[in-house]
């Protein structure tokens, strides 16, 4: 079984159908900082929902040709500087590393435009601050792409199950999101544990977002945090495990796992799965793989009082977020994401990870 996404710096995934949500010229996005590949699909999701893609800047020109040989209508800017002074510009996406995502943001939002950062939007509580700071006295956002609920659509599919009531209350969410390595393709910054901020922190915020968003709070006490380096002694700085337990305001639990020790043999970069408990039924989803079943991925589970169901769901849902955020910025709302929650879930995996036990 061959699988195209073997490499998760690498999956951006692409909507088999994604309808515009303003007209042409009416959003006019750029690209700022091309240090991780969630960039592309960032871009891809905006420019699907009917962005302009303007200017693109980072200080390697070699990561510029590379992002002009996928989007070849985009303007290579001199300076990060030329794309913040250009009124047309309404939102700046960046996928700088971890530790200068929050400082790129703080500019974005000074020169009057949108932010739209790869996670973890920052990797200290004093960067936090800083940013709700800013958000608050600009009126801009600051938003984040946790792409393994916005940009999967067994994800959001999910989030459309519980909206429903087809399992009744969420009271757990455990979420497992391992990743491949790829040693030899990382940057010196993905072994430094200043430039990424920790495991729970880094791949952590993809999980404890979905916790808070599916269990239906943003106010959440960690009650066990644990980190660990087991096989990756050759780079000190680097954390290869993580795992976080919390209990949510509203009584719901959650756990969550991360870690780098996908197996090559797995023809994906990671079996990422999310299991739903509610009062009536609850919810598996295999996010990007059944294992030596099918190599798609966006499988749903569904178990309630009514039905037991498989229900494949690639191809067929989409991926709201992009269109609600462009929506958003135009309009003044708060449907894709509010900012409350992004700052939410980037402080709660901030807390994990200052909070975390290391085991040796």
Known sequence: MSHPHRDGATYAPAAATAKPVCDPGDFTVAAVGLDHGHIYGMCNGLLEAGAGLRWVYDPDPAKVEQFRARYPDVKAARSE?????????????????????????????????????????????????????KTAATGKK????????????????????????????????????????????????????????????????????????YGGSDDATITAARVANYAHRDHPGLEDFGDVSVVLANGATGYCRVDWFTPDGLGTWGDGRTFILGTEGYLELRKYTDVARDPAGDHVYLVNHDTERHIPVHGKV??????????????????????????AAAELCLRAQQQATRLE
């Open 142 to 213: 600051y938003a984040v792409y946790y792409s393994e609920r916005l940009h999967v659509e067994s994800a959001v599919y999910a989030g459309q199950l519980i909206a429903d009531g087809a399992i009744g209350r969420v009271i757990q969410v455990l979420g497992m999101g391992p990743h491949r390595m790829n040693r030899g393709t990382r940057p010196d910054w993905f072994f430094d544990r200043d430039s990424y901020g920790g495991i729970l922190c880094d791949i952590g915020s993809h999980q404890l977002e979905q916790v808070l968003f």
């Open 81 to 133: 500087q030329e794309v913040l002074d250009d009124p047309q510009v309404s939102l700046v996406a960046g996928a700088a590393i971890p530790v200068d995502r929050s400082d790129l943001g703080l500019r974005v939002l000074d020169h009057g435009k949108h932010y739209f950062t790869d996670k973890p939007p920052m990797t200290t509580l004093g960067q936090l601050a800083q940013a709700r700071a």
């Open 318 to 343: 989409g991926y709201p977020f992009f269109g609600a955020l462009i929506r958003d910025c135009l309009d003044g709302t708060e449907r894709a994401m509010t900012q409350s929650h992004a700052f």
